[in-house]
């Protein structure tokens, strides 16, 4: 059974930091893309990075200079560092691992910044 459980959302001031973490089970780690998606309320679902199998990272550029994406294949984890957070950064992040034609979400985390 693929699972892929996100933590480490919460409510941060504007310019603070958090970092999410998305451990993934079920699969093949190693030979999947992965990535970090938001959702924030009456919008599309938005990539926010990516990261291939050979670490090379894609960020939005609202993000960009900000967010970091870093994966551990022993671990089987990826994690999204995200500085000088903003109140447009308020979603439901979720994670993401695709293959080809396979693609498997976690359930997401909020993010809420605010003061």
């Known amino acids: 059974q693929v699972q892929l459980v996100e933590s480490g959302g919460g409510l941060v001031q504007p310019g603070g930091s958090l970092r999410l973490s998305c451990a993934v089970s079920?699969?093949?780690?190693?030979?999947?893309?992965l990535g970090w998606y938001r959702q924030a309320p009456g919008k599309e679902r938005e990539s926010v990075a990516t990261?291939?199998?050979?670490?090379?990272?894609n960020y939005a550029d609202s993000v960009k200079d900000r967010f970091t994406i870093s994966r551990d294949n022993v671990r089987k984890t990826v994690y999204l560092q995200m500085n000088s957070l903003k109140p447009e950064d308020t979603a439901v992040y979720y994670c993401?691992?695709?293959?080809?034609?396979?693609?498997?979400w976690g359930q997401g985390t909020q993010v809420t910044v605010s003061s």
């Open positions: 993401n691992a695709h293959l080809g034609i396979s693609t498997y």
């Open positions: 990261i291939t199998i050979s670490d090379s990272p």
């Open positions: 079920g699969i093949s780690f190693r030979f999947y893309g």
